[in-house]
């Protein structure tokens, strides 16, 4: 079975703080990681795709992989009320047929107070 | 950019008729394009992805004679939920990826079905 697991939180950071998202997938050949933000009521945004080991900065948002422990985050620096969503991680998972599939996660719910 | 469209962004009916939801990539010629359900507070689930010009592959669990895809065209493609019932009635999302980078999926804005 293959999984993509999150917190579900909600997780709460205070505005302007760093809010640290985590994700872990079981499939060691996955080969492409995305985070997506959704808003109550409205469909994914694609915000950061990463396909190699290390960091990934855009703006106020890095992702970190790491495959050797099949580990990815997201980093939301200075945090902002608008941040406020559910982050699903998503993993390309596998090859052959099918291969272009994602896997996602249930999501981290964030709150970012004011 | 990568601009996905869907029509209508919500729809009622009443059981036992049908409903068509297009989806449509604006600014790319999508190879791929997924059909995925949510309801309210559960993730994603993937019914079926589709390749232009060819059948559709539907996930396990899911009626392939109830949710009926067409994948006409490099821009288009449409899901039908024929003899809708209650149960049908959940937020239909559409994404699609370009060749360029497959795995990469860019979401429709939704179709929310309510079926009465």
């Known amino acids: 079975q293959k999984e993509v697991e999150q917190n579900s939180g909600p997780l709460s950071v205070p505005e302007g703080a760093i809010a640290s998202l985590n994700c872990t997938y079981s499939?060691?050949?996955?080969?492409?990681f995305f985070w997506y933000r959704q808003y109550s009521g409205k469909s994914p945004e694609l915000i950061m795709s990463?396909?190699?080991?290390g960091d990934k900065e855009d703006g106020r948002f890095t992702a970190q992989l790491n495959k050797a422990s099949q580990y990815v985050s997201l980093l939301i620096r200075d945090s902002q009320p608008s941040d406020s969503a559910t982050y699903l991680c998503?993993?390309?998972?596998?090859?052959?047929?099918?291969?272009?599939?994602?896997?996602f996660g249930k999501g981290t719910k964030l709150s970012v107070i004011p | 950019g990568a601009v996905v469209s869907q029509h209508p962004s919500w729809v009622i009916c009443k059981s036992g008729t049908s409903v068509k939801i297009e989806c449509r990539s604006l600014?790319?010629?999508?190879?791929?394009m997924f059909w995925y359900r949510q309801f309210p507070k559960q993730s994603l689930m993937l019914m079926a992805t589709?390749?232009?010009?060819?059948?559709?592959?539907?996930e396990q669990g899911v009626e392939k004679d109830k949710f009926l895809i067409n994948h006409a065209s490099l821009t288009l493609s449409t899901l039908t939920v024929t003899s809708a019932h209650p149960e049908d009635s959940s937020f239909y999302i559409c994404?699609?990826?370009?060749?360029?980078?497959?795995?990469?999926?860019?979401f429709g804005p939704g179709t929310r079905l309510t079926v009465t």
């Open positions: 998503a993993v390309n998972m596998g090859s052959g047929a099918g291969s272009y599939q994602l896997t």
């Open positions: 499939d060691r050949v996955s080969q492409s």
């Open positions: 994404s699609a990826s370009r060749s360029s980078s497959i795995s990469e999926q860019y």
């Open positions: 589709s390749n232009e010009g060819s059948k559709a592959t539907y």
């Open positions: 600014d790319f010629q999508a190879t791929t």
């Open positions: 990463i396909y190699s080991n």
